[in-house]
């Protein structure tokens, strides 16, 4: 007797931008909307869940944005949080976080004195009547955040978590210049999404690719003839797009010979070369 077959079947759930896509492929198929499918959805993603956020934080008298600074001292708490540290770690601008914190101070949230290490800077500590506020709103809100998310499992949340992480660290500037991939080999590298952009800009084809913008004379780099303006494509057949792809090569690389095969594009004209690596 013969076994029946398992078969998987897939249903393509069809979202609002699934419309979209579709009437665009029907009317302009000449135009390349894939992209707008990733774009589209996280802007309407983020104009459905910021209000249902916002619904937790409402109940207890505060902003989402007055919660996220709390939450900031609180997971910093032990260290000396000067205002300017504080508007990097929430992605702000020095007039922005200012507004923000005066706003605090006045409620009675946090708490602002003088950087005994910087006459001209801030120190921010959470004061009692904020802490209260975290520690009351917290829960509520992680749990109003996982029942908005309970339409994925757990290893979906997790691989979207993922994904979603690296197309940040594409975009944003990272807290520290230096990366230790791009370090190791005397080059300075930005991001695919920059690459795109300067290229763009003076006419090069759209080529993805991490663009070297320094590199060191006496590092392996240079000795490799690898100059400012090349477009890093690849790394041992490893696509290029962010710094951590170059640094996870650069440590594959490391554990088998002393070289990495690089693939670069110097204006429009493809390239290969071979890069010895320092010594660990």
């Not at 929430?90 to 706003?103: E, F, K, N, Q």
Request: proline content about 7%; some cysteine; glycine content about 10%.
């Amino acid at each position: 007797m013969t076994r029946p077959r398992d078969e998987t079947f897939r249903v393509d759930l069809e979202d609002s931008v699934t419309r979209v896509m579709a009437g665009w492929n029907a009317t302009r198929p000449d135009l390349p909307v894939g992209p707008i499918a990733i774009t589209a959805r996280l802007a309407r993603l983020h104009a459905l869940l910021g209000p249902r956020l916002e619904e937790v934080f409402r109940r207890f008298g505060a902003r989402g944005t007055d919660f996220a600074v709390l939450a900031t001292l609180v997971r910093l708490e032990g260290n000396s949080v000067s205002q300017r540290r504080l508007g990097t770690e929430l992605g702000l601008s020095p007039g922005t976080v200012s507004i923000r914190i005066d706003r605090l101070v006045g409620q009675g949230l946090v708490e602002r004195r003088t950087d005994p290490d910087d006459g001209r800077g801030a120190v921010i500590s959470i004061a009692p009547r904020g802490r209260e506020l975290f520690e009351a709103c917290a829960p509520e809100h992680l749990t109003n955040a996982r029942e908005l998310l309970s339409g994925l499992a757990e290893d979906e949340r997790d691989e979207l978590g993922r994904l979603l992480g690296k197309l940040l660290y594409t975009l944003e500037e990272p807290l520290l210049r230096e990366d230790p991939g791009a370090s190791a080999l005397g080059l300075d590298v930005e991001g695919a999404p920059i690459a795109l952009e300067r290229r763009r800009a003076v006419g090069l084809p759209p080529v993805t690719g991490l663009l070297v913008r320094q590199v060191d004379p006496g590092g392996p780099a240079a000795a490799s003839g690898i100059r400012p303006g090349d477009l890093l494509t690849s790394a041992d057949g490893r696509p290029l797009r962010t710094r951590q792809d170059l640094q996870v090569a650069v440590m594959g690389s490391r554990g088998r010979r002393r070289s990495i095969a690089l693939e670069i594009t110097r204006g429009a004209e493809p390239m290969r070369v071979a890069m010895s690596l320092p010594k660990q």
